[in-house]
């Protein structure tokens, strides 16, 4: 199985362009999020989504945009980027256990690496 | 609100020696409590979790940990630092029933020295 598969890996953008951030998972998890990760200051969740249709946001949603419209694909969209997005980005999902219990553990993609100069 | 302190933000150990990494939470009730591993430029994987029962959990390269819910602690303990543990360690609690976030701690990172 592959996983959670995030592209690209690294990406340099420029103040004030756009990208979209690609994440397919192939587990069949209802529950996909995105993350970026500064240097000490662990992982802050940017949005998540708990089945197609149906996104919501997360600690620092702002300048972000998603979309979930099958149960494979969370696309993370950049708008206008800014300096204060220079991160790497993860995307992670997740799923109920057989019992039907939700148990927040994670599997998380390589991480995209994205500078805006 | 949830959260997460893991009060050390870098560790230095020899190979061979014991390790201990320190996780306390903040929750209403007992949640859901995980360590993952992040080695450079990869992504973060589980290393345990504790979802109820046995205080002491076992999970994967020889990592253990303990819940100890008087301490609001989760400590990650192994008994003979390998060089290949060096990586960034992160704690996180996840709420019991439903879907809510999980939260990270800001990660302790681990250096082994020969």
């Known amino acids: 199985n592959a996983g959670v598969t995030q592209t690209p890996k690294f990406r340099i953008l420029k103040i004030g362009q756009s990208m979209t951030l690609q994440c397919a998972q192939d587990m069949n998890h209802n529950y996909m999020y995105w993350y970026r990760q500064d240097p000490g200051m662990g992982l802050k969740l940017i949005y998540y989504s708990v089945g197609a249709g149906i996104t919501d946001k997360g600690e620092v949603p702002n300048g972000y945009n998603v979309s979930r419209s099958t149960t494979e694909d969370f696309p993370l969209r950049l708008e206008l980027a800014a300096p204060s997005q220079t991160s790497v980005y993860f995307c992670a999902s997740s799923d109920r256990t057989g019992k039907g219990e939700y148990t927040g553990e994670l599997f998380f993609g390589e991480g995209s690496r994205l500078t805006v100069l | 609100a949830q959260s997460v302190t893991q009060p050390d933000i870098h560790i230095t150990v020899s190979e061979g020696a014991s390790l201990e990494l320190r996780c306390n939470y903040s929750?209403?009730?007992?949640?859901?409590l995980f360590w993952y591993v992040q080695s450079p430029g990869q992504g973060l994987q589980l290393l345990l979790k504790y979802f109820s029962g046995d205080t002491l959990v076992q999970g994967i390269k020889g990592f253990e940990a303990e819940f100890k819910r008087s301490q609001s602690s989760f400590n990650l303990r192994k008994p003979s630092v390998h060089w290949s543990d060096a990586a960034e360690y992160f704690c996180?609690?996840?709420?019991?029933?439903?879907?809510?976030?999980?939260?990270f701690g800001t990660g302790t990172k681990l250096q082994v020295i020969p």
């Open positions: 996180a609690v996840g709420p019991k029933g439903g879907y809510q976030k999980v939260t």
């Open positions: 929750y209403g009730a007992t949640p859901y």
